[in-house]
T-cell receptor, first 117, second 112 residues
Framework: DTGVSQNPRHKITKRGQNVTFRCDPI?????LYWYRQTLGQGPEFLTY????????KSRLLSDRFSAERPKGSFSTLEIQRTEQGDSAMYLC???????????????FGPGTRLTVL | AQTVTQSQPEMSVQEAETVTLSCTYD???????LFWYKQPPSRQMILVIR??????QNATENRFSVNFQKAAKSFSLKISDSQLGDAAMYFC?????????FGAGTTVTVRA
């Protein structure tokens, strides 16, 4: 079990550019989540996948954001036409859906820190 | 929508002493999970402890324990015998389905 990995760890871009982040979940986990964390705040939910299906998107996820999880393995989060307000840490988490539990325990990756100049 | 409140932005504790972090939440659900996560500076978030709402017994993990008061919607974390490695931001989180709702966090500093 190698844990959740995210790449890149840091990304600096200019306003208006597109960026893409990748998340590799724990291998047997069928659920994958994206969160956004701004400095000094708790993470906020963006979206989640069960296998390859994207089942919910937060209102925080504007039309400039898109996420995919092809074949239910790794996931990518793309931000088009970046804005300075997009600067944040983007966290990925994964979990294994239990049969009888109400909520899963989510395991987080190290995050991708995005800075938009 | 569920809200999670951590009213202590910062807490300081002497090494080997005990510190308690407070957390309150708002929900109309009867079955849910509560979590405490630790986020050291520039490092990834790790799970400290979790509590199922249907369990009356408070969860314990080594030096970490919780005081879960369901009626009061309170979920505090006690760190006993504090160590320098406990210095981090601690987040309380709630979930009753797929997503976590986090509080704003409490920064814990440990004095040697």
């Amino acid at each position: 079990d190698t844990g959740v990995s995210q790449n890149p760890r840091h990304k600096i871009t200019k306003r208006g550019q597109n960026v893409t982040f990748r998340c590799d979940p724990i291998s047997e986990h069928n659920r994958l989540y994206w969160y956004r964390q701004t400095l000094g705040q708790g993470p906020e939910f963006l979206t989640y996948f069960q296998n390859e299906a994207q089942l919910e998107k937060s209102r925080l996820l504007s039309d400039r954001f898109s996420a995919e999880r092809p074949k239910g393995s790794f996931s990518t989060l793309e931000i088009q036409r970046t804005e300075q307000g997009d600067s944040a840490m983007y966290l990925c988490a994964s979990s294994s859906r239990g049969a009888i539990v109400v909520a899963d325990t989510q395991y987080f990756g190290p995050g991708t820190r995005l800075t938009v100049l | 929508a569920q809200t999670v409140t951590q009213s202590q932005p910062e807490m300081s504790v002497q090494e080997a002493e005990t510190v308690t972090l407070s957390c309150t939440y708002d929900t109309s659900e009867s079955d849910y999970y509560l979590f405490w996560y630790k986020q050291p500076p520039s490092r990834q978030m790790i799970l400290v402890i979790r509590q199922e709402a249907y369990k009356q017994q408070n969860a314990t993990e080594n030096r970490f324990s919780v005081n879960f008061q369901k009626a009061a919607k309170s979920f505090s974390l006690k760190i006993s015998d504090s160590q320098l490695g406990d210095a981090a931001m601690y987040f309380c989180a709630y979930s009753n389905d797929y997503k976590l709702s986090f509080g704003a966090g409490t920064t814990v500093t440990v004095r040697a």
